[in-house]
């Protein structure tokens, strides 16, 4: 199984700061990574798909990068509606896919 | 618009058996591997079981395999997931999703459902 280290765990940031979050694959995923955002109470949702491609209608503040094992999520200027949990997922291994543990983006 | 509308969710006793069902709208059902998440109270994600848009082939989790049957109704475009022996580790928060598919090739999940709970406990 292919294991995704998502860091810091816990990233506290205020509005108008760059966020800079991290996944990190125990073996090579190509590019087949995606990111999603999860609020409270909400399903995930999509924002980057295959490491770099932004899905359809998320803002372009939101940025991914990376390929292999190391990959990054880049949320240029946070929004107040930004701070949330994030997780990475692979599917580089399909249909046997893993999430990462999250990285929860707090308020500072 | 595609939907997602998971139902089925609720209170069970270890060892008991639930039927979750995922109504899909929106889209053609059968052109899409259709999968289950979930999700433990306060946990990340976990993937649960996938099944191919015919129907045939069916992918398990190692923590549910043997005990959860994943199959689809395409003519009513409906998903379903069978839970059988329940454990207490199996409470979570469900989720059908949707694969996203794009120039013949398929990425990951663009729609997901809201969920549906599962709570295992006497």
């Known amino acids: 199984e292919i294991v995704l280290t998502q860091s810091p765990a816990t990233l506290s940031l205020s509005p108008g700061e760059r966020a800079t979050l991290s996944c990190r694959a125990s073996?090579?995923?190509?590019?087949?990574l995606a990111w999603y955002q999860q609020k409270p109470g909400q399903a995930p949702r999509l924002l980057i798909y295959d490491a770099s491609n932004m899905a359809t209608g998320i803002p372009a503040r939101f940025s991914g990068s990376g390929s292999g094992t190391d990959f990054i999520l880049t949320i240029s200027s946070l929004e107040p509606e930004d701070f949330a949990v994030y997780y990475c997922q692979q599917r580089s291994t399909w249909p046997r896919i893993t999430f990462g543990q999250g990285t929860r983006l707090e308020i500072k | 618009e595609v939907q997602l509308l998971e139902s089925g969710g609720g209170l069970e006793q270890p060892g008991g058996s639930l039927r979750l069902s995922c109504a899909a709208s929106g889209f053609t059902f059968s052109a899409y591997d259709m999968t289950w998440v979930r999700q433990a109270p306060g946990k990340g994600l976990e993937w649960v079981a996938t099944?191919?848009?015919?129907?045939?082939?069916?992918y398990y989790a190692d923590s549910v395999k043997g005990r959860f049957t994943i199959s689809r109704d395409n003519s009513k475009n409906n998903l379903f997931l069978q839970m059988n022996s329940l454990r207490a580790e199996d409470t979570a928060v469900y989720y059908c999703?949707?694969?996203?598919?794009?120039?013949?090739?398929?990425?990951?999940?663009?729609?997901w459902g809201h969920g549906t709970l599962v709570t295992v406990s006497s």
């Open positions: 099944v191919t848009g015919s129907g045939v082939t069916k």
């Open positions: 999703a949707k694969r996203f598919c794009a120039g013949g090739v398929c990425h990951s999940f663009d729609y």
């Open positions: 073996q090579n995923v190509n590019s087949y």
